[in-house]
């Protein structure tokens, strides 16, 4: 991928510039009535993942709210269309904003801006969230209320801090998959009991969609055009997280893109690279055996994870909706003493990691050897994810989004009662 991307302190000076808009905002909420039967819905991942699956249950509903999707682009819109979303408007435009303002309730996925920030004061807002928190979040992490060389001013990052807190205590609703995940959620948004409940994550629902053997039979016919001729094949996703706009240490060296390539061809495996969308890397190399996914070419993660035979991450939170698969994780972790000291982990690496995690692909490519030969190996591994998803999800009934949706549709009722 190439150079850049957002960083926490760039959008965090946005944020700060815009204090006067939020402030206008919240003066025009005081003398707007909102509906509680409209919502507005909006993602950073656009009309994918849990915003979708959300979006369709409200649409679901007996009595269903008038639903309008939040759009960033004409490229979204497009796809909301084609996703069967009835009413689109752009977030930012000045019909975007009234909407917002007159809305009852708001369903967002990563923050406020996922719909029209500056006219949220007042309603019901459910955050769905996009992974569960084994990274530090919000203002547990020094990382994310960075805000660049303003910091040296004194009281600029506690001023951070303090907006960070403000703003995540208007959440009415966040849902999580487990009672394991909600006390780093509440500590992270600052949230009290009742805001967090452990009624299932509306995007995890694909994952226990029919049997297995249905589950599987799907993932593999998203991942086919992914794989060219090696349909057949074993497939091993590499998902890296995020850091914050710096280069990923995990990019192989020249040499390990060989012995990677080599041990596909031996092992009949092919490699998906799949960098986080706001990632940076120089994942330049592609061989038949090595392709890169990108999220422009599948948006959406969930669906694949039936699919894959291992999964190579870092920190990110795709390996909690993995392991239900029961399959293999492999963990690679080059840079985990900085991680922890610059954006800080909610759990003990070494637990996560159950064998023990690589340092580089050298390690993990001998990982991979072990597990596709050595049935003791691939046995104790799929044990580990095993035990892992008992702790990180207790809704495995494909219903969590309507779960989420109908104790959202409570709040909204005592709300504007």
Same mark, same amino acid.
């Given at each position: 991928m190439a150079s850049g991307g957002f960083r926490f302190a760039q959008g965090n000076l946005g944020k700060l510039l815009g204090i006067p808009r939020y402030a206008l905002g919240a003066v025009h909420a005081r003398f707007t009535s909102r509906d509680p039967k409209l919502w507005v819905v909006g993602s950073n991942f656009g009309p994918a993942d849990g915003a979708l699956a959300f979006y369709r249950a409200a649409a679901a509903l007996p009595d269903?709210?008038?639903?309008?999707?939040?759009?960033?682009?004409?490229?979204?819109?497009?796809?909301?269309?084609?996703?069967?979303?009835?009413?689109?408007?752009?977030?930012?435009?000045?019909?975007?904003?009234?909407?917002?303002?007159?809305?009852?309730?708001?369903?967002?996925?990563?923050?406020?801006?996922?719909?029209?920030?500056?006219?949220?004061?007042?309603?019901?807002?459910?955050?769905?969230?996009?992974?569960?928190?084994?990274?530090?979040?919000?203002?547990?992490?020094?990382?994310?209320?960075?805000?660049?060389?303003?910091?040296?001013?004194?009281?600029?990052?506690?001023?951070?801090?303090?907006?960070?807190?403000?703003?995540?205590?208007?959440?009415?609703?966040?849902?999580?998959?487990?009672?394991?995940?909600?006390?780093? @959620? &509440?500590?992270? *948004?600052?949230?009290?009991? #009742?805001?967090?409940? =452990? !009624?299932?994550? +509306?995007?995890?629902?694909?994952?226990?969609?029919?049997?297995?053997?249905?589950?599987?039979?799907?993932?593999?016919?998203? @991942? &086919?055009?992914? *794989?060219?001729?090696?349909? #057949?094949?074993?497939? =091993? !996703?590499?998902? +890296?997280?995020?850091?914050?706009?710096?280069?990923?240490?995990?990019?192989?060296?020249?040499?390990?893109?060989?012995r990677i390539d080599a041990v596909c061809e031996r092992l009949d495996l092919v490699l998906l690279v799949r960098p986080h969308p706001l990632g940076v890397g120089e994942y330049t190399y592609a061989s038949p055996r090595v392709r890169l996914l990108t999220a422009s070419a599948q948006p959406e993660s969930m669906p694949l994870l039936w699919g894959l035979d291992a999964l190579v991450t870092d920190y990110s939170s795709m390996l909690v909706d993995y392991v239900v698969t029961e399959r293999p994780l492999v963990l690679l972790a080059p840079d985990l003493d900085s991680y922890r000291r610059t954006r800080g982990l909610y759990v003990d690496y070494a637990w996560l990691a159950g064998d023990g995690w690589s340092r580089d692909w050298d390690e993990v490519l001998d990982r991979l050897e072990a597990l596709f030969t050595d049935e003791a190996a691939a046995a104790s591994a799929s044990e580990h994810s095993r035990e892992l998803a008992t702790r990180f999800h207790e809704w495995t009934d494909g219903r969590s989004a309507r779960r989420v949706v109908e104790a959202a549709a409570v709040l909204v009722a005592r709300r504007f009662r």
């Open positions: 269903p709210p008038r639903l309008v999707w939040l759009s960033r682009s004409p490229e979204e819109t497009e796809r909301a269309r084609a996703a069967g979303v009835g009413e689109v408007v752009d977030r930012d435009s000045s019909l975007g904003y009234r909407t917002t303002l007159t809305a009852g309730l708001a369903a967002v996925t990563h923050g406020f801006g996922d719909v029209n920030r500056y006219g949220l004061s007042g309603a019901v807002i459910v955050q769905l969230w996009h992974g569960a928190p084994l990274k530090k979040l919000h203002a547990d992490s020094p990382a994310v209320t960075d805000v660049g060389g303003l910091g040296r001013i004194p009281g600029v990052r506690a001023l951070m801090r303090t907006a960070y807190r403000r703003g995540t205590r208007r959440i009415s609703l966040l849902p999580t998959g487990s009672g394991f995940f909600a006390p780093s @959620l &509440a500590s992270a *948004l600052d949230l009290t009991d #009742g805001q967090v409940q =452990v !009624l299932g994550e +509306p995007r995890a629902d694909v994952l226990f969609a029919g049997t297995p053997d249905e589950r599987v039979a799907a993932a593999r016919a998203v @991942l &086919a055009p992914h *794989l060219g001729e090696f349909t #057949g094949s074993r497939v =091993v !996703l590499y998902a +890296p997280t995020w850091r914050d706009g710096d280069p990923d240490p995990g990019v192989p060296t020249d040499a390990q893109w060989r």
